[in-house]
T-cell receptor
């Protein structure tokens, strides 16, 4: 079955450490996204990528980095520069802009919950 | 800037009908989407309205009025499993096909 796989599901990090969250999709989607969710909050956009080898900052990119070397993969690194990294991280994908209304349908992974000790 | 407003909480009983409203502010409009998220889970797509009017999908319906920058999600014949958070979302003005989400409405269904 097609979908998005995020790993690890739970991650603990000490202050000052960088961690990388994995996101892999087999939906053949062009666009991929990373969102952060805090308790009682909506989803806030960290980074997005519309095509391989290209990505753009979202609303809260500071302290995060990404890469998009393959269509299927969009890993997120939470760096030590991120002041408050404890959160639920969601990766999503969608067809590209050429898909018309289908571009509005995001498919999400199960999420990665990061806790800083 | 862009913003979406929706109630933070709604409560209802099984079998009832509930309406979750969403007002939005955005410069370029590409439609209003709704997502459902159960506690600790991934958001899942429910509906999308690009044009004014009502879209019906089973027990769920979604309405859009572009002139009022307003939409709602209507849930009928509520079941316990409908207890979840519901988010409205619009396409970002500045981030390609990325969506900007409201803060979500937590629906609690009791027996």
């Amino acid at each position: 079955d097609g979908g998005i796989t995020q790993s690890p599901k739970y991650l603990f990090r000490k202050e000052g450490q960088n961690v990388t969250l994995s996101c892999e999709q087999n939906l053949n989607h062009d666009a991929m996204y990373w969102y952060r969710q805090d308790p009682g909050q909506g989803l806030r956009l960290i980074y997005y990528s519309q095509i391989v080898n290209d990505f753009q900052k979202g609303d809260i990119a500071e302290g995060y980095s990404v890469s998009r070397e393959k269509k299927e993969s969009f890993p997120l690194t939470v760096t030590s520069a991120q002041k408050n990294p404890t959160a639920f991280y969601l990766c999503a994908s969608s067809p590209g802009q050429g898909a018309g209304s289908g571009a509005n349908v995001l498919t999400f992974g199960a999420g990665s919950r990061l806790t800083v000790l | 800037g862009q913003s979406l407003e929706q109630p933070s909480e709604v409560t209802a009983v099984e079998g009832a009908i509930v309406q979750i409203n969403c007002t939005y502010q955005t410069s370029g409009f590409y439609g209003l989407s709704w997502y459902q998220q159960h506690d600790g889970g991934a958001p899942t797509f429910l509906s999308y309205n690009a044009l004014d009017g009502l879209e019906e999908t089973g027990r769920f319906s979604s309405f859009l009025s572009r002139s009022d920058s307003y939409g709602y999600l209507l849930l009928q014949e509520l079941q316990m499993k409908d207890s979840a958070s519901y988010f409205c979302a619009v396409r970002s003005d500045q981030a390609g096909t990325a969506l900007i989400f409201g803060k979500g409405t937590t629906l609690s269904v009791s027996s």
